[in-house]
């Protein structure tokens, strides 16, 4: 075991793992994490806590994930490189470990142009795959970046993202054998709505090997109304919504059963493609949802180990 | 080449309330390419100060580069005299330019352009930003093309997941730093580096300011 998570667990046990997503809010109130928290709870193995995601100010993903621990649940914490240089991240990485945190997604960090900063100086000192190589050098060497050794473990799971979707497609998957390369023990993916493209890239994924190396959860995102469809279909960098999807919502007498149809297919879909491990439903702020997801793909219940 | 722009002529005038006799220097290199600080613009900027009631001594456009001092120093005092019956010294090229000359005389001396950054020049009026001076270079293991300044987030090992059609999730009018990169390595028969993974960047060699004396045989590099 990396670090005993349990997301670890369900992974190397087999399961058919099932991940949400918790926003933390543009404030300080711990209520709002424990209230998002319980609606999740017994329907997820793991919850992703965003780090500022959008580049929009919220509570530390940190903080939220520690609350996460205090109620018993187990954080997916994101780290991205926006906000901060190597000795920072270093620590942060270091308080969470010693906070409980089990898993740690690494991430680029959407550029601060999209959040409510603009005029900030963003940081990138590493990018996404050096953070992957350092962590697992934390964890595996007992060594900070410069070589000076840490005291005590860093056992974490690590994650990373993959975009299966921008055009050019060719090197999509290259850039996951570098993640896998590096040290990622888990994929966390963009959304998948076009079934076929992302088909191809697991393809690709596993004529290299990389399935075999790697846990991989293909991301789902519940569409609420045929606007947020729209929005995504066409705003979103790195999603592709197909128009086959989007008249669906937009003809739908009740859109949001819907929404919940398409995402079931697409659980149902993405489960038939070998190599994909699980799924990570990304309802930011449609939390209630993701239990009556998870039951109608018949995921539920979630194994307990 | 640096890649200059004018000032407004309100900015120069703020500055240069309370002199009434200005002295003008121009660059012969890159701003006089670029067209922001030659022969042309130069007499053109003396007219304007003079029809904002300014009185020109005298103007000279530096043969070298005004960030030369052994040339600039030369220039300065050959115009000794017009220079000497100025109240200030306004300087039409990049801010290396102005400061060299600011150490020469003990007068105040004032910039007439804004230095925005080094580029490749397409023709007289397209250029690109190509190297932000990063004191380590990497083009050998990114096929020539610079990710530390086209790539808006500077990753030694993208792209990014926002990129869409080959453009960039910034600015969706430019290029992928990241895609240009990946498409030239697939250009040249080079898939196989493109998952070369690179390490952290060391940015002490970015550390400012730079300085280098060849006799003391310093290692080159801007890192002290
Ligand atoms: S890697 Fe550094 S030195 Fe080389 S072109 Fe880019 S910024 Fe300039
Ligand atoms: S889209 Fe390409 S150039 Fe733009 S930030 Fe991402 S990797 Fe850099």
């Known amino acids: 075991m990396k670090s005993g998570s349990n997301l670890e667990k369900v992974l190397t046990e087999g399961h058919f ?24 709870r017994n329907y997820v193995d793991a919850v992703n806590v965003t780090d500022n995601q959008t580049a929009v100010v919220r509570m530390s993903s940190v903080a939220a994930c520690a609350i996460l621990k205090q109620i018993g649940m187990d954080p997916v914490m994101q780290m991205t490189c926006r906000d901060r240089n190597r000795i920072a991240i270093q620590s942060d990485i270091l308080g969470a470990v010693a906070l409980g945190v089990g898993n740690l997604l690494c991430l680029t960090g959407d550029h601060q142009k999209f959040g409510n900063h603009p005029e900030s100086k963003n940081v990138h000192d590493l990018d996404s795959i050096q953070l992957v190589q350092m962590v697992k050098r934390m964890r595996d060497d007992g060594q900070f970046l410069c070589g000076d050794k840490i005291s005590g473990g860093v056992p974490l799971f690590i994650g990373a993202a993959a975009n299966p979707f921008g055009d050019p497609f060719e090197f999509r998957p290259l850039r996951l054998e570098k993640k896998v390369r590096a040290g990622a023990d888990f994929i966390q993916t963009q959304g998948v709505f076009d079934i076929e493209r992302f088909a191809r890239f697991m393809e690709k994924v596993r004529e290299r090997g990389l399935h075999e190396k790697v846990y991989i959860l293909a991301g789902i995102i519940p569409m609420k109304s045929a606007g947020m469809a729209r929005y995504m279909r066409d705003y979103v960098a790195g999603l592709i919504v197909p128009d086959e999807l989007v008249r669906r919502m937009e003809t739908a007498q009740d859109p949001k059963e819907e929404g919940v149809r398409i995402a079931v297919e697409l659980i149902h879909q993405v489960r038939e493609i070998e190599g994909v491990r699980g799924i990570h439903i990304m309802a930011v702020a449609w939390e209630e949802i993701v239990p009556v997801i998870v039951e109608r793909a018949g995921l539920y219940p979630r194994p307990i180990l | 080449m640096v890649i200059t722009e004018q000032k407004k002529l309100e900015e120069i005038l703020r500055f240069l309330e309370g002199c009434e006799r200005v002295f003008l220097l121009g660059c012969g290199v890159c701003a006089a390419t670029w067209g922001t600080g030659g022969e042309k613009e130069t007499r053109e900027m003396a007219a304007r100060l003079a029809e904002a009631g300014k009185t020109c001594t005298g103007w000279v456009v530096t043969e070298e580069a005004t960030c030369d001092v052994r040339t600039t120093r030369r220039l300065l005092k050959q115009h000794n005299a017009q220079v000497e019956a100025a109240d200030a010294l306004l300087v039409l090229s990049c801010g290396a330019g102005v400061q060299t000359v600011a150490a020469l005389v003990d007068m105040p001396v004032y910039p007439a352009l804004n230095t925005l950054f080094l580029a490749r020049l397409q023709n007289l ?100």
Not at chain 1, 17 to 40: H, N, Y
Not at chain 2, 133 to 151: S, W
Not at chain 2, 198 to 209: C, G, S
Request: contains cysteine; glycine residues 12%.
């Open chain 2, 125 to 224: 009026s397209v250029c690109d930003e190509r190297c932000r001076l990063c004191g380590a270079c990497i083009l050998a293991e990114t096929a020539a093309i610079c990710p530390v300044t086209l790539c808006p987030k500077g990753l030694m090992n993208g792209p990014c997941g926002g990129y869409k059609d080959g453009k960039c999730e910034v600015d969706r009018e430019r290029d992928c730093a990241w895609v240009a990169i990946y498409e030239r390595m697939e250009a040249l028969g080079w898939r196989e580096r493109f998952l070369i993974i690179h390490e952290p960047k060391d940015w002490n060699a970015a550390r400012h300011p730079g300085f280098i004396n060849k006799r003391e045989g310093a290692a080159a590099g801007g890192a002290r």
């Open chain 1, 17 to 40: 793992a099932v991940t949400g997503e918790l926003g933390p809010p543009k404030g300080s109130s711990a209520d709002f994490i424990r209230r998002k928290a319980e609606i999740l």
